[in-house]
T-cell receptor, first 114, second 115 residues
Framework: AQSVTQLGSHVSVSEGALVLLRCNYSSSVPPYLFWYVQYPNQGLQLLLKYTSAATLVKGINGFEAEFKKSETSFHLTKPSAHMSDAAEYFCAVTSRGGYSTLTFGKGTMLLVSP | DAGVTQSPTHLIKTRGQHVTLRCSPISGHKSVSWYQQVLGQGPQFIFQYYEKEERGRGNFPDRFSARQFPNYSSELNVNALLLGDSALYLC??????????????FGSGTRLTVV
């Protein structure tokens, strides 16, 4: 069984500040991990993914995430927040191989103030 | 290339009615999955289809059914609608059923409101 825990349903930062969104996973087999962003009234857009290559993964819009097996974490960061980053962010896990599916966390709403 | 397209974008149904949602995957993608996203929650897996075969089913009642057509498009059907079925229904496609390192591409969803 797989699960994802996103710590903090809401995170508030000032424009230009560091963004840190936390994700911890539970998986009985080595996972693939994903971060998606959802803007209001839209679908999900893939930000980045970890598929067992480099543990530090760079994505779109300046976001990156680091896979830490020992901590079962895959936190999302961005050095400097922009107003356009305000959205909901979802961490998701899936197992390798087989007809596996995505298991999502409950999401973290990122609020960016000027 | 067109992304994943879903129709309709919005609809309102009455309790007890039936609804059909449609999804066209990215060209070349053979796998389609359906997710339900209730307000304030992460998406929940409903079905996965690959090469017209059901490959996975989430914890949803039998009122939910789906199918995939030879052109890899898909329909999600929900019978006897309940108020609790109100949600954003997302369709996602990927190249193959296995090897999900490719990631999934999501459509913009269908917002279903049951009154």
């Amino acid at each position: 069984a797989q699960s994802v825990t996103q710590l903090g349903s809401h995170v508030s930062v000032s424009e230009g500040a560091l963004v840190l969104l936390r994700c911890n996973y539970s998986s009985s087999v080595p996972p693939y991990l994903f971060w998606y962003v959802q803007y209001p009234n839209q679908g999900l857009q893939l930000l980045l993914k970890y598929t067992s290559a480099a543990t530090l993964v760079k994505g779109i819009n300046g976001f990156e995430a680091e896979f830490k097996k020992s901590e079962t974490s895959f936190h999302l960061t961005k050095p400097s927040a922009h107003m356009s980053d305000a959205a909901e962010y979802f961490c998701a896990v899936t197992s390798r191989g087989g007809y596996s599916t995505l298991t999502f966390g409950k999401g973290t709403m990122l609020l960016v103030s000027p | 290339d067109a992304g994943v397209t879903q129709s309709p974008t919005h609809l309102i149904k009455t309790r007890g009615q039936h609804v059909t949602l449609r999804c066209s995957p990215i060209s070349g993608h053979k796998s389609v999955s359906w997710y339900q996203q209730v307000l304030g929650q992460g998406p929940q897996f409903i079905f996965q289809y690959y090469e017209k075969e059901e490959r996975g089913r989430g914890n949803f009642p039998d009122r939910f059914s789906a199918r995939q057509f030879p052109n890899y498009s898909s329909e999600l059907n929900v019978n006897a609608l309940l108020l609790g079925d109100s949600a954003l229904y997302l369709c996602a496609s990927t190249r193959e059923g296995q090897g999900t390192s490719y990631g999934y591409t999501f459509g913009s969803g269908t917002r279903l409101t049951v009154v």
